[in-house]
């Protein structure tokens, strides 16, 4: 089973989401992220979806989508020709200069941003590739997380 990214072009209107997430829940297929935002033409919105599932459960999917009104457009984003990225935000336990230190140097060569710094905890910001961040999560755990956030995974084709 693979993570499948699947990028929607969808009327701005009331319940799209529902019927959408209905039309997956029918299917018993999960829905492991799921971002909408506004997009560059004023009344639509952009869904990225990622579930996993084999090829041939994308394809029933994606036929299924295409026939919802709503829905004008449906993409498979796969990684070799899309920039898929997630944004996480988490709270780590410092408690000493020594783990402080060592949370900083991590974050640095991860490329995470420190947002906030206080004795016990630092918050830090990542824009990456999911597995980056599942990578850095579980570096952090170490340390323990008191909280973290994930946005879900946005996706851009590159043509």
Known sequence: MQTRVIS???????????????MFTMRGINI???TVSPCEK??????????????????KVRKQLSNLIEV?????LKESDSIIRDLC????????TDAR???????DSYGARIVHASLDSVILELTDEPERIDRFVELMRHFG??????TGITAIGLE
């Open 145 to 150: 997380l008191k909280q973290l956030f994930r």
């Open 101 to 107: 230190t060592e949370v900083m140097q991590l974050a």
């Open 72 to 76: 004008l457009k449906v993409v498979d």
């Open 32 to 34: 492991s992220s799921l």
């Open 42 to 59: 004023e009344g639509l919105s952009r869904m990225t979806v990622a579930i996993k599932g084999s090829e041939s459960e994308l394809e």
């Open 89 to 96: 935000l988490m709270k780590v336990h410092t408690r000493n």
């Open 8 to 22: 929607l072009l969808v009327e701005d209107n009331p319940g799209v989401l529902t019927r959408m997430s209905g």
